[in-house]
């Protein structure tokens, strides 16, 4: 389980002094909770997120332990180094939106016909409750051919989940090269 600490002043200068340490700064937020200024090991983090087998994860601040799902991030454009994340706490019956990535698996048939698969949307955004909450989407296109594409209709949703993005929208498609 990640461990954090809670971040007493919010400050830049006080920002600034964690990063320096090896902090990565982090808001915790939840439906009906109260915000939680954090901070965690840079290291730590990355280890935990990596390593991690469903899209929720176990983070512990202070006293209290939560689920959380990682909502966005922010990294330096020149280090590459992670600046700043938001967690959303992911409260079981609560209905909430998430995003959840779009994992293609499969050769298109498409690609020996000097097709390209391209990866239209990356992440697809839901409303579920914490509990039916999907890793991940995994989808097939070993059929695709040149000119084929997935709509968002197109894809298997377990029970307990919506998807918010309109049906007739292209997640992925193989396109002839140039």
Known sequence: MLEGIVRESIGKKASKALRRD???IANIYGKGLENV????KINDFIKEVRKKESLAFDVKVGEKTLKVVVVEYQ???VTNALKHVDLKVALPGV???????????GTPVGLKNK???IVSKRRLAVKCAA???PNSFDID????DVDDTVLVRDIAVPAGVTIV?????????????K
Not at 95 to 105: A, D, G, L, N
């Open 75 to 77: 990294k330096d454009p």
């Open 141 to 144: 296109v070993s059929g695709l």
């Open 22 to 24: 090896g902090y990565l």
């Open 95 to 105: 209905v909430s939106k998430y995003m959840i990535p779009v994992k293609p698996y």
């Open 37 to 40: 200024q954090a901070a965690f």
């Open 131 to 133: 509990e039916n909450l």
């Open 165 to 177: 993005d309109a049906d007739r929208v292209a997640v992925l498609g193989v396109i002839k090269a």
């Open 115 to 117: 097709g390209v698969l």
